[in-house]
């Protein structure tokens, strides 16, 4: 995968990896190969596909440490609680900014608002956007303020 990915390149291929997220979420009996085989498309950029790829299987190879930090810093609100769309957003963020970080955790917040407002409800990108925002500032205070990094290959 390469590093000087296109910020547009990457947007498509959040945008992918949410609604395969999502089919996974919804349909347990489906395996992420299943879920891959049905977005499989022909007229897809190779590289938007590999990424995509590459954010679907960590994102839910990690779902249970990623849920684990929402239960963890959202009082009140558990993850299987969520809008299954807001739950793909979450994840996918936290994934590709804190848990693997390939983005900068603000440009993850901003695409997850982003993807929530185009694919979740009418109060999916404020929902997103205000349990990122106490997630990443809990870990923030507890890790120190380096865990916001900002690397070159950001999408911004």
């Excluded at 992420?32 to 977005?39: D, G, H, M, T, V």
């Excluded at 558990?78 to 979450?90: F, I, K, N, T």
């Excluded at 936290?94 to 694919?119: D, H, N």
């Excluded at 997630?135 to 205070?141: L, N």
């Amino acid at each position: 995968m390469s590093k000087n990915l296109l910020p547009q390149k990457r947007r498509r291929s959040r945008e992918i990896a949410l609604q395969m997220l999502y089919a996974l979420d919804i349909r347990a009996d489906q395996s992420p190969e299943q879920a891959l085989a049905l977005f499989v498309s022909v007229d897809e950029d190779e590289e938007i596909w590999n990424y995509a790829e590459m954010l679907v299987r960590g994102a839910w190879g990690e779902r249970e440490a990623i849920d684990k930090l929402i239960r963890t810093y959202l009082t009140g609100w558990r993850p299987e609680r969520m809008v299954a769309v807001d739950r793909a957003a979450l994840r996918l963020a936290l994934y590709e900014s804190y848990i693997k970080p390939l983005i900068p955790i603000p440009v993850a917040i901003s695409e997850a608002v982003e993807l929530a407002r185009t694919f979740g409800t009418e109060e999916s990108a404020k929902f997103v956007n205000g349990v990122l925002g106490r997630i990443i500032r809990a870990v923030s205070e507890e890790a120190g303020p380096d865990i916001v990094h900002t690397e070159p290959d950001s999408d911004r």
